[in-house]
Each structure stands twice: as structure tokens, then as C-alpha cells.
């Protein structure tokens, strides 16, 4: 018996899980300087798990 969340495919997701949204992330480490890191990604759903993607070339988000 199959299991049912492995029969999805995209035309099956929501809209909104096939685009690539802008995300702003804190992230808990301390970088080097002892600041908190924090920036913009590209962030998207894949099935079960979130996919993240370096922002590049904007500089006001």
C-alpha cells in the first residue's frame, strides 16, 4: 500500500509552494565580528521541506 503524500506532484501543490518568496532570516550563530547573522534568501517549498537560495543584487529589501 502506498503512502498518499508520495502520490503528490506540483500540479497538486498550492500555488504559493511553486513560487520562490523573499524570506528575511536571523540566524542564531554570532558571526565573526560577534554580531548576529542575518540577511534576505529566496525561500520555496519542495514537497515535505523548505529550499533556500542566496539573495543576490538587491541591496534595499
Known amino acids: 500500500m502506498s503512502d498518499p503524500e ?5 500540479s497538486t501543490m498550492p500555488a504559493w509552494a511553486r513560487v520562490w ?13 560577534g554580531g548576529i547573522a542575518w ?3 529566496w525561500r520555496r517549498r519542495d514537497d515535505r ?13
Open 39 to 41: 540577511g534576505n534568501v
Open 21 to 33: 518568496h523573499v524570506w528575511r532570516v536571523i540566524i542564531r550563530r554570532r558571526s565573526i565580528d
Open 49 to 61: 521541506r523548505w529550499i533556500y537560495k542566496r539573495l543576490t543584487g538587491f541591496d534595499d529589501l
Open 6 to 10: 508520495d502520490d503528490l506532484d506540483a
